[in-house]
T-cell receptor, first 114, second 116 residues
Framework: AQSVTQPDIHITVSEGASLELRCNYSYGATPYLFWYVQSPGQGLQLLLKYFSGDTLVQGIKGFEAEFKRSQSSFNLRKPSVHWSDAAEYFCAVGAESSASKIIFGSGTRLSIRP | DADVTQTPRNRITKTGKRIMLECSQTKGHDRMYWYRQDPGLGLRLIYYSFDVKDINKGEISDGYSVSRQAQAKFSLSLESAIPNQTALYFC???????????????FGEGSRLTVL
């Protein structure tokens, strides 16, 4: 069965600093991978997704993620965070191209230090 | 206006009461979902529906029921609410194109339910 782990519950970074949020998955074949962001009081919004092809994926709001099959990872990165990036971030893995099969990680809450 | 609208946004109720959370969407998507979010647990799928006549149980359907009244409307009911159903509930939609669901979900803003 597929699973996804986000090892960091809460991360604080300074505004302007770089960011990396970790995501590890377990799945026997090539997974479908997603990062969603949840701003306070809002629903989740898709940042980026990986299905196949180039392992470095660009998303919205300046985020990118890299799929590393050998490490079973799909870490989210941003070169310079802004105060508006403070939110909760969820990694998700799908066994096939169906939203009903998607499993979400437990989330990482990002705080920004002024 | 939001494409996926949930009502109510907040609700406090007592143990044993019947509660309905409603979801409507203007995205024209056939597929709709109900998720539950608990701190430290991420989102877990309760029920999903691929069209009006197709409703399926998700990971944690016990204690919940759903109704797909129309393509645009998908309601979640708690027949007899209990305190451990206190959570944030999300409705979502997805849109299979050319027979292939990309897996992208479009979420409502959530309904926070507290059961005392």
């Amino acid at each position: 069965a597929q699973s996804v782990t986000q090892p960091d519950i809460h991360i604080t970074v300074s505004e302007g600093a770089s960011l990396e949020l970790r995501c590890n998955y377990s799945y026997g074949a090539t997974p479908y991978l997603f990062w969603y962001v949840q701003s306070p009081g809002q629903g989740l919004q898709l940042l980026l997704k990986y299905f196949s092809g180039d392992t470095l994926v660009q998303g919205i709001k300046g985020f990118e993620a890299e799929f590393k099959r050998s490490q079973s990872s799909f870490n989210l990165r941003k070169p310079s965070v802004h105060w508006s990036d403070a939110a909760e971030y969820f990694c998700a893995v799908g066994a096939e191209s169906s939203a009903s099969k998607i499993i979400f990680g437990s989330g990482t809450r990002l705080s920004i230090r002024p | 206006d939001a494409d996926v609208t949930q009502t109510p946004r907040n609700r406090i109720t007592k143990t044993g009461k019947r509660i309905m959370l409603e979801c409507s969407q203007t995205k024209g998507h056939d597929r709709m979902y109900w998720y539950r979010q608990d701190p430290g647990l991420g989102l877990r799928l309760i029920y999903y529906s691929f069209d009006v006549k197709d409703i399926n149980k998700g990971e944690i359907s016990d204690g919940y029921s759903v109704s797909r009244q129309a393509q645009a409307k998908f309601s979640l009911s708690l027949e007899s609410a209990i305190p451990n159903q206190t959570a944030l509930y999300f409705c979502a939609t997805s849109d299979p194109r050319q027979g292939k669901d990309t897996g992208e979900l479009f979420f409502g803003e959530g309904s926070r339910l507290t059961v005392l």
